[in-house]
């Protein structure tokens, strides 16, 4: 048994193999290398599959929704799956899901096929970090296990960094299904991995709650599906307005059985702790600032500067790059002596400035140059705490609530991310809808609608709009469409950062610590009586010797 409560055991079948804590801790990292070029390069591929498929936007979105939504309201089911059938079974039938879904996504002639494959990849994606994590907690021990969780966040970063990229270069030389084939190509080689991997799992695992993890689960897509669906379905219609009361319907039922549950998904006697939410809501900040970035900002770069996918790519890598670097940065800081809290709120500062810095440099036609500042400082905001979090958590809360704790910071950091993302994308399209409006009748050859331009726009496509005017009106309708789409941008953008401000503040003021309760002033020592004369031992005392006696 190790220290942290779990069994380890050897593989059942076959000649024995002992654990080999490297290759572990290389499937693990390889697999983290590859789930979040999952999130961050899909969006790059739009105009590619788009134009493939014939999609719409709104179908389109739901290659990266699906993925998000499953991954985020499947992690605390996983993690109790884990403990009690072994992490490493879970993390293996993880890899399975993730490289079949991913060569169907590979193969996929169809847009809802694509979607359907996505969704499953996501549960894939839970089960792989859920197992894997708790894999390397079991695996090793101490400073080894302390580095092991160091080198996860670095390749973690690199993922985030490299997605876009990737996606971009693969799409413009071999084609969008090549991303999907590459990443079942590389989880082949992380299930080759498997069977060197020790076994393990809780001996005080309880059973899964898979009635609140049905309602949570439901509330979520529900949510989603409203969001991306009011632009296209109208905010107002019956449709849009019953699957968000549903949502909220769902939730509700979710609070209640969690309240009556005997082996709840959630804890809620932790949303009580007003310093695990502050940690808590730092990913929401991160997912309003940075991460609302990776899906959409390379459409908005491939229609207003003209670029293709491998360079709106490479851009992005400019603002994900210094996750390799910052983690390192927040560790030196609290060594001089720089509070934990402090370091949070450097962080948050960073990340507002950096949204509000990129409203103000954005633009048609805006080069690196110009994007780099704010694309930097915000990649020093999330890397200052990056992986930081992760650890503050566990040290709020008791012991016994660890594993739970880490599971809702999970969730709630996806789940986040999922509903975010979701929101944003429908609000440029009513922005820029709205935005172009009646000025379209200025191009009385376009002869498609407002709506059907923002959903291309919002895909990273003009080309299809502009290949259907007369060569002389298209400089002028790129500049009215692109403008139209920068000032949604610039609308999206600084709202984000007054979010980001508002629960800055609140973070920063929830992180302070608690004041010492004063402690009770000790009571005074009794005087000693006076030594009495033994000459006047029966005489009666004095009113001064009484008075003594009682001071």
């Known amino acids: 048994m190790t220290k942290d409560g779990t069994t380890m055991t050897l593989r059942a079948g076959g000649p024995a193999r002992r654990p080999k804590p490297a290759v572990a801790l290389s499937a693990v990292l390889l697999t983290l290398l590859i789930l979040p070029t999952s999130v961050t390069g899909a969006g790059v591929l739009f105009p590619h599959i788009g134009r493939d498929t014939g999609a719409s936007l709104d179908a389109l979105q739901w290659a990266v929704h699906g993925y998000n939504l499953t991954f985020a309201s499947c992690m605390l089911a996983c993690g109790s799956l884990a403990d009690l059938f072994g992490r490493r079974r879970v993390f293996a039938v993880g890899a399975v899901l993730f490289t079949v879904a991913s060569l169907v996504s590979a193969a996929a002639s169809n847009i809802f096929l694509l979607d359907a494959a996505r969704g499953l990849a996501g549960l894939g994606a839970a089960a792989l970090l859920t197992g894997g994590c708790s894999l390397l ?47 079942a190509v590389l989880m082949l080689l992380v299930l080759s991995a498997v069977p060197f991997l020790g076994e393990s799992r809780s001996v005080t695992a309880a059973r899964v709650d898979w009635l609140g993890t049905a309602a949570f689960v439901s509330s979520l897509f529900l949510l989603m599906l409203g969001t991306v669906e009011g632009p296209q379905w109208g905010w107002g219609s019956a449709g ?50 940075f991460v609302i970035l990776l899906p959409l900002l390379p459409n908005y770069l491939m229609v207003a500067n003209g670029a293709g996918s491998r360079a709106a790519g490479t851009t992005m890598l400019v603002m994900a790059l210094p996750i390799l670097v910052t983690p390192l940065l927040a560790g030196r800081l609290i060594k001089w002596g720089l509070s934990t809290r402090a370091v949070f709120g450097l962080s948050l500062m960073c990340l507002t400035i950096g949204l509000a810095w990129l409203a103000l440099v954005l633009r048609p036609g805006v080069g690196l140059a110009a994007l780099a500042g704010p694309m930097i ?19 709020v809360v008791a012991p016994e609530a660890t594993g739970t704790a880490a599971g809702f910071l999970n969730t709630l950091r996806l789940g986040s991310e999922a509903v975010v993302i979701a929101a944003v994308g429908a609000a440029l399209v009513d922005l820029v809808r709205d935005g172009l409006g009646d000025g379209l009748r200025r191009f009385p050859a376009y002869r498609g609608g407002a709506g059907e331009l923002a959903n291309s726009v919002n895909a990273g496509d003009l080309t299809g709009a502009l290949s259907g005017l007369p060569t002389e009106n298209r400089p002028a309708f790129f500049d009215y469409v692109t403008h139209g789409l920068t000032g949604a941008w610039q609308t999206v953008l600084w709202t984000s950062a007054g979010i980001c401000m508002a629960l800055s503040l609140a973070i920063y003021a929830m992180l302070a610590e608690p004041e010492p309760e004063p402690e009770p002033e000790p009571e005074p020592e009794p005087e000693p009586e006076p030594e009495r004369d033994p000459a006047t031992a029966g005489e009666p005392a004095s009113e001064a010797t009484t008075a003594a006696r009682f001071r």
């Open 377 to 395: 400082t915000l990649g020093v905001g999330l890397g200052l705490n990056f992986g930081l979090v992760d650890g503050a958590v566990l040290t």
């Open 137 to 183: 907690a079991a695996t090793f021990e101490g400073p080894a296990r302390h580095r092991a969780f160091s080198a996860v966040g670095i390749v973690t970063g690199g993922g985030l960094a490299l997605g876009a990229m990737a996606a971009g270069a693969l799409a413009d030389t071999l084609g969008w299904r090549a991303f999907f084939g590459l990443h």
């Open 240 to 289: 849009v307005l019953g699957l968000l009361a549903g949502s909220v319907a769902l939730m509700v039922a979710f609070v209640l059985v969690e309240r009556h549950a005997r082996y709840p998904m959630l804890d809620l006697k932790l949303l009580r702790n007003a310093r695990f939410m502050a940690l808590c809501l730092i990913p929401v900040v991160v997912t309003f600032s």
